[in-house]
């Protein structure tokens, strides 16, 4: 099994940066997602690491530590439109061999003036 | 980028009754497409993955009689809740991804109120 741990709120000013952390437990584990998701929405693909090290993509960057379990997304250059659900997600291999992707509870960020 | 889309967006029904759900990807093929659902601030819970041309494979406690899944055709998936239960009204998503990439493209949600 899987067990993903994120914070469940922030609160972030606009024009900050904010790192928004992940940590897992998983015995196959095969590449790590973020997604984010306005209230209402379906997530939308952010970032997917599977070596060590950071991803930059824009004002997003991604960081995966596998020996640690651990991950987190930096957002940087706060924007209001930013405040969203920040989904934390995990994909690995099970003993049959089956890719299966399980989602951590998220993160709700608030993004304030 | 790839395009998933559901239908309906969004549907009230009585107890008791079938609900069918739609996920299509639009302008790809998609060889697997995953079923979540997702309660009110709650994050998303895989109900089961589907292969074209395949059984659903099902996450455990997830009936498999209650909630059907065909996988017909490589552009579309459909989910049909049975019997339907005020417990069972949910947000439910969809996700399409096409053999040898690992990204997950999502469609936009159905959103299901049991009365």
């Not at chain 1, 929405?41 to 090290?53: I, R, W």
């Not at chain 1, 997003?60 to 930096?74: A, D, I, P, T, W």
Request: aromatic content about 12%; glycine content about 8%.
């Amino acid at each position: 099994g899987q067990n993903i741990d994120q914070p469940t709120e922030m609160t972030a000013t606009e024009g900050a940066i904010v790192q928004i952390n992940c940590t897992y437990q998983t015995s196959g584990f095969n590449g790590l997602f973020w997604y984010q998701q306005h209230a209402g929405e379906a997530p939308t693909f952010l970032s997917y690491n599977v070596l060590d090290g950071l991803e930059e993509k824009g004002r997003f960057s991604s960081f995966l530590s596998r020996s640690k379990g651990y991950s987190y997304l930096l957002l940087k250059e706060l924007q209001m439109k930013d405040s969203a659900s920040y989904l934390c997600a995990v994909r690995d291999l099970n003993s049959g061999g089956y890719q299966k992707v399980t989602f951590g509870t998220g993160t709700k960020l608030q993004v304030i003036p | 980028g790839a395009v998933v889309s559901q239908h309906p967006s969004w549907v009230i029904c009585k107890s008791g009754t079938s609900v069918k759900i739609e996920c299509r990807s639009l302008d790809f093929q998609a060889t697997t497409m995953f079923w979540y659902r997702q309660f009110p601030k709650q994050s998303l819970m895989l109900m089961a993955t589907s292969n074209e041309g395949s059984k659903a494979t099902y996450e455990q406690g997830v009936e498999k009689d209650k909630f059907l899944i065909n996988h017909a055709s490589l552009t579309l998936s459909t989910l049909t809740v049975t019997s339907a239960h005020p417990e069972d009204s949910s947000f439910y998503i969809c996700s399409a991804r096409w053999s040898r990439t690992y990204e997950q493209y999502f469609g936009p949600g159905t959103r299901l109120t049991v009365t």
